[in-house]
């Protein structure tokens, strides 16, 4: 009920493309969903968090799609950039967890110049 | 500068030792947490705490021990018992109402001799 599952695991991209990663869940408790971006040897940073009562949140090249009746979510990168590489994170948390996160496995991006 | 601070970067134990990783946070944060991050894994709870004096386990939790006796200060202990303790150690702490956005350290890599 508390898991995370992330997909694909690897993804390489071209420069310009655009990335897409997919997570879903299943414990329909939780309430706010954040992806976060790591580079490797650093410590993960939120990139950009989505709440389910909305289907689409935009920051700039980066896109939270958020389907609630499938419990999907998902990131769009557009417009990838070779300093786009870097693991990204989904999580989500909600209930009565107070801050504590679940986290999805982890998708390396690759983006080739 | 505010954030958070893990040492040190690269740690080394040597079978039946007992180590400490420290984390320090002077972002005036109440709820901490230790994560551990093994490849294709994704990011996993050890121990959480929402206040001083106040801990709780994450879902893996045995062969580790935290305390919180400062609001600023996470450390955490791996002790003997951790049978395969090597991978990446990393440290968060929350802000806001809902504590929601986790802001990681650089992190501590463990290493066993």
């Known amino acids: ?113 | 500068d505010g954030g958070i601070t893990q040492s040190p970067k690269y740690l080394f134990r040597k079978e039946g030792q007992n180590v400490t990783l420290s984390c320090e946070q002077n972002l005036n944060h109440d709820a901490m947490y230790w994560y551990r991050q093994d490849p294709g894994q994704g990011l996993r709870l050890i121990y959480y705490s929402q206040i001083v004096n106040d801990f709780q386990k994450g879902d893996i939790a045995e062969g580790y021990s935290v305390s919180r006796e400062k609001k600023e200060s996470f450390p955490l202990t791996v002790t003997s018992a951790q049978k395969n303790p090597t991978a990446f150690y990393l440290c968060a702490s929350t802000s806001g109402q809902g504590r929601e956005t986790q802001y990681f350290g650089p992190g501590t890599r463990l290493l066993v001799l």
């Open chain 1, 1 to 113: 009920q508390q898991q995370v599952k992330q997909s694909p695991q690897s993804l390489i991209v071209q420069k310009g493309g655009i990335s897409i990663i997919n997570c879903a869940y299943e414990n329909t408790a939780f309430d706010y969903f954040p992806w976060y971006q790591q580079f490797p040897g650093k410590g993960p940073a939120l990139l950009i968090a989505i709440r389910p009562d909305v289907s689409e949140k935009k920051e700039g090249r980066f896109t939270i799609s958020f389907n609630k009746s499938a419990k999907q979510f998902s990131l769009h990168i557009m417009d990838s950039q070779p300093g786009d590489s870097a693991t990204y994170f989904c999580a989500a948390k909600g209930g009565t967890s107070y801050g504590k996160l679940t986290f999805g496995q982890g998708t390396i991006l690759t983006v080739h110049p």
